[in-house]
């Protein structure tokens, strides 16, 4: 064990979630009901201690990165805790993890400090090696690895068969990447949609059967046309199209911020918008759930 995991074991931050009497929250590391409440005392407590470890997700990002501009979050930072939640529910221990939406580095950071080897493809140069800097940085049991190009492309080519799958796809033109032709944020919902679909797809066949994928989405209003564009419903068909079955429906609910504010502009005094604070977190199953969930508990035991 080196020293970051020795680090975190003594956090209590890692390591398999044993069965035990006692709280759910100290059973399962949060309560596994479809609410995740991100403003909960010991989330805040749990995401300080592994952003405490270094990691700088938002380094290589740049300041056009507008998103979660709809949550009122600025430059969107994935969630460690929501990572370490998803890699010890849904993924065996030293299993792949294949992530087609790489963005910052957190996700393949705390894989491989939880003993996940992580496969993540982003489109990026500048992000890759911001990344791989951060894996050198804060590495554990495996190195995480990050390719540079479009997923579409690279992953029926050079991906490994996976044991979980696991991003946060754009949310559609309200992030401005990059100017590359690939980037979805770039494309009309329509062709959104389409190249959407067929990375899942590609994704899917790489996940190996009664094994796990999950996904953390949000519907979005776009700003070409002002229009709700229902990603949540169209994740669930393109993963239900490429043979995963929608399994669990989760809801991270995160700190309402500047929520107030942005109602009276856009609710009040605006044409009747919500104010949204959650995104959604899906679930999805190749195979046997039933199956899935015993081979992430053999592993925990080995």
């Known amino acids: 064990m080196n020293q970051i995991d020795e680090k975190l074991y ?43 470890l270094g990691i700088e997700s938002e380094v290589g990002r740049g300041d056009n990165l507008l998103a979660l501009a709809h949550l009122g979050q600025g430059t969107s930072v994935f969630d460690p805790v929501l990572c370490e939640l998803a890699y010890a529910w849904w993924s065996p221990n030293r299993g792949v993890v294949l992530d087609p939406f790489a963005g910052g580095s957190v996700r393949g950071c705390i894989a491989s400090i939880l003993g996940r080897k992580y496969w993540g493809c982003e489109l990026r140069g500048e992000q890759v090696e911001a990344n791989q800097k951060q894996g050198e940085k804060i590495r554990g049991k495996f190195k995480p690895k990050w390719f540079q190009g479009d997923s579409e492309a690279i992953i029926p080519e050079k991906a490994p068969k996976a044991d979980f799958i696991f991003s946060c796809p754009p949310y559609g033109d309200l992030e401005e990447y990059s100017d590359e032709e690939a980037d979805l944020s770039n494309k009309s919902w329509q062709e959104f949609r389409a190249k959407y679909q067929r990375i899942i797809y590609h994704a899917a066949a790489k996940l190996k059967e009664n094994r796990f994928a999950c996904f953390v989405v949000s519907n979005y209003r776009d700003k070409r046309e002002g ?26 609910l995160g700190s309402s911020g500047s929520a107030a504010r942005r109602a009276n502009r856009i609710f009040v005094n605006g044409n009747r918008k919500l104010v949204k604070i959650h995104q959604n977190v899906l679930c999805f199953c190749k195979g046997s759930p039933k199956l899935a969930a015993e081979a992430i508990l053999e592993s925990e035991k080995e």
């Open 10 to 52: 003594d956090k209590g931050l890692c390591g398999p979630l044993k069965p035990s009497l006692g709280p759910l929250r100290q059973r399962f590391g949060a309560p596994p009901f479809s609410c995740l409440d991100q403003t909960h005392a010991n989330w805040q407590t749990r995401k300080k201690r592994w952003i405490g």
């Open 227 to 252: 229009k709700m564009r229902n990603l949540v419903a169209e994740t669930c068909e393109c993963f239900e199209a490429a043979g995963c079955d929608f399994y669990n429906d989760g809801i991270l």
